[in-house]
């Protein structure tokens, strides 16, 4: 084993629970930091899966940079400007700008003073936002997205993605069934996507039949809607949906992250919680589904092969994916009968991630859901791998339950209006 130690065994660091996605609008931010830390968390903020229509404009000097920019310039509708001052130079500076800006403009202010007053007197010019420094790239985005109007910020339904680190590892199996415990344990609407198009096995497994699949939706581009996803979909039960994959090779096409995007998007509006299910093996298609994830389950099997993909799928996320929770963990087909597997423990410390959950072997439990199209919680409910799935999903649940972190240090609550 000593081979496979040389993966990247770095602790990831501490990251609270994400809301859902906040996808930013199309919109033109100006931004004018002082401090190179700052500067450094703006060049994260834009590089950000969230921030990918926005475009940035970055200046350093603060709020006297900003002055002299738009005396001669039109203001775009969202300042960001890092301030030193002093409470008084402040207010005679934040005047001049107010001057030169339409009433319609945004500004938020960072600056280290950690003042009940001051933030009293920028509400009563109305900024919109004062935090204080240093701020995370996590945080800043949020706030962001916090000034912004509900309208036009994208916030819908968590995404969880299901993705194997090999094929075999069961990570279907778990998708759907986490997805109707999701649905009939914890009382809320769920649909599950199933994009392994040339051999999902999701409905079969339900036993649910019908004319619609993922590639109908995704056939449709940008006339796809709520409506039209809805008669695509095959329902078990009030809560649960299910887009189901055509399981055929003729099926298979190279289809663009937008028209990924595009029945995703759709899916959030619909539901409480959407799952997806991905097929094994990294590429751009599968790519383009972990970024819109706000959740990612890698199940691996304890084994070399899943061990050798698993941390180089982590490295990838985290590069990929700096301001985000580390992936989770989740060991399949553990405790195979006469079989030589690699402890949790082991596993965990060679990826450098834990071990989320760990989902017992159990071939009679599995066989039996699967033959009989039902879920393992109904068909096997005393069995260990029922219970560990039951777990896996209350995980999800409380996640989704839980009050949402906005990453940001402020004084007071929201502070919103317009810079007049």
């Known amino acids: 084993m000593s081979k496979f130690e040389k993966i990247d065994t770095a602790t990831a660091p501490a990251v609270p629970e994400l809301r859902p996605a906040v996808f930013m609008p199309q919109i033109t931010v100006g931004a004018f930091p002082i401090l190179d830390e700052t500067r450094d968390t703006l060049a994260a903020v834009i590089a950000d899966r969230r921030m990918s229509r926005v475009t940035l404009g970055c200046e350093i000097g603060g709020l006297d940079t900003a002055i002299r920019k738009y005396a001669e310039e039109l203001t775009p509708k969202l300042l960001l400007i890092e301030v030193e001052d002093s409470s008084e130079t402040l ?17 938020v202010l960072l600056g280290a003073c950690n003042d009940v007053t001051l933030y009293r007197d920028l509400k009563r010019r109305g900024i919109a936002e004062y935090l204080l420094t240093p701020v995370t790239a996590l945080g800043l985005i949020n706030a962001l997205g916090d000034v912004l109007n509900d309208e036009s910020v994208d916030r819908r339904a968590p995404v969880t993605a299901f993705f194997g680190a090999r094929g075999g590892c069961g990570t279907s199996t778990l998708a759907q069934n986490v997805a109707w415990e999701l649905a009939h344990r914890c009382d809320t609407s769920v649909m599950l996507i199933d994009f392994d198009i040339a051999s999902g096995t999701s409905a079969l497994r339900l036993d649910l039949e019908g004319p619609g699949t993922v590639v109908t939706a995704l056939d449709e581009g940008d006339r796809l809607d709520m409506a039209v996803l809805d008669r695509m979909l095959l329902r078990k039960g009030s809560r649960f949906a299910l887009l189901p994959s055509p399981a055929d090779l003729a099926d ?16 959030r509006q619909t539901t409480s919680h959407v799952v997806l299910d991905l097929p094994s093996g990294w590429s751009r298609y ?68 834990p071990v989320h959950e760990q989902i017992a072997f159990d071939a009679a439990a599995f066989s039996k859901a699967e033959n009989e199209g039902r879920p393992v919680s109904d068909s096997a409910p005393k069995s260990i791998a029922a219970k560990q799935i039951v777990s896996l999903t209350r995980s999800l649940s409380s996640q989704g339950a ?19």
Not at 91 to 107: G, N, Q, W
Not at 402 to 420: I, T, V, Y
């Open 252 to 267: 298979v096409g190279d289809y663009q992250t937008a028209d990924l995007r595009r029945v995703v998007d759709v899916a």
């Open 91 to 107: 207010m005679t500076k934040l005047d001049r700008l107010a001057a030169l800006c339409p009433p319609e403009t945004i500004v």
């Open 402 to 420: 839980a009050k949402p972190w906005s990453g940001h240090r402020r004084l007071l609550p929201n502070l919103r209006g317009l810079f007049s």
């Open 286 to 353: 599968v790519q383009g589904f972990l970024d819109l994830a706000d959740t990612t389950m890698i199940v691996a099997t304890p084994d070399l092969v899943s061990l050798r993909n698993c941390g180089k799928i982590v490295q990838g996320m985290r590069r990929a994916r700096p301001n985000d929770a580390a992936p989770r963990l989740v060991l399949s087909q553990v405790a195979v009968p006469r079989s030589q597997q690699i402890s949790p423990e082991k596993f965990a410390k060679c990826v450098g991630i």
